[in-house]
């Protein structure tokens, strides 16, 4: 069945360590895919996205992914996190099924940034 | 331009009480949908809309209803409330089922 993995369900961090966190897919054709970040107390909002083109893209706030066809990954990366950081990061992946698109969430990592 | 809005913000409900979850979007997208959110298990969809009228399960519909009158409001009902309930619950819009989707500020849901 298709799914998205996160393997990384909590991290902590101090300001101005690099980040990147992992996201994998169990699909082998065409998908879209996306980072959401949910800051404490708040609605899911997005932070990237890739359909096509550059496989390296750029986000909101500093954060790049990189689309990786190969290893089926969509990783997150910041090369220097901020307090305001903390939050959980869900991957997302959109791919054709009977027509339509189908939108498969992460079960999120949850970071922590130490200031 | 307000967004996915969701009333209310928080709600404790008793066992075998019913309640309805609104939702509305004010960027005249077609799609909508409902998520619930429980700890370390990311989001599941439990109904999605392609547009008025039309309404289709999701991964756990079961103990919700959904309607769909206009293109703006997207009710999510409980009829029976039950513990397993208790969670956040995220309605989302999006313009198609392509693109991404823009989510409200969340519902969170105690059924004692």
């Known amino acids: 069945a298709q799914s998205v993995s996160q393997h990384n369900h909590h991290v902590i961090l101090s300001e101005a360590a690099s980040l990147e966190l992992g996201c994998n897919y169990s699909y082998g054709g065409t998908v879209n895919l996306f980072w959401y970040v949910q800051y404490p107390g708040q609605h899911l909002q997005l932070l990237l996205k890739y359909f096509s083109g550059d496989p390296l893209v750029k986000g909101i706030k500093g954060f790049e992914a990189e689309f990786i066809k190969s290893k089926f990954s969509f990783n997150l990366r910041k090369p220097s996190v901020q307090w305001s950081d903390t939050a959980e990061y869900f991957c997302?992946?959109?791919?054709?099924?009977?027509?339509?698109?189908?939108?498969?969430f992460g079960t999120g990592t949850r970071l922590k940034v130490l200031a | 331009n307000a967004g996915v809005t969701q009333t209310p913000k928080f709600r404790i409900l008793k066992i075998g009480q019913s309640m309805t979850l609104q939702c509305a979007q004010d960027m005249n997208h077609n799609y909508m949908y409902w998520y619930r959110q429980d700890p370390g298990m990311g989001l599941k969809l439990i109904y999605y809309s392609v547009g008025a009228g039309i309404t289709d399960k999701g991964e756990v519909p079961n103990g919700y209803n959904v309607s769909r009158s206009t293109t703006e409001d997207f009710p999510l009902r409980l009829e029976l409330a039950a513990p397993s309930q208790t969670s956040v619950y995220f309605c989302?819009?999006?313009?198609?089922?392509?693109?991404?989707?823009?989510f409200g500020p969340g519902t969170r849901l105690t059924v004692t």
């Open positions: 989302a819009s999006s313009f198609g089922t392509y693109y991404e989707q823009y």
């Open positions: 997302a992946v959109n791919l054709p099924t009977s027509g339509t698109y189908k939108y498969i």
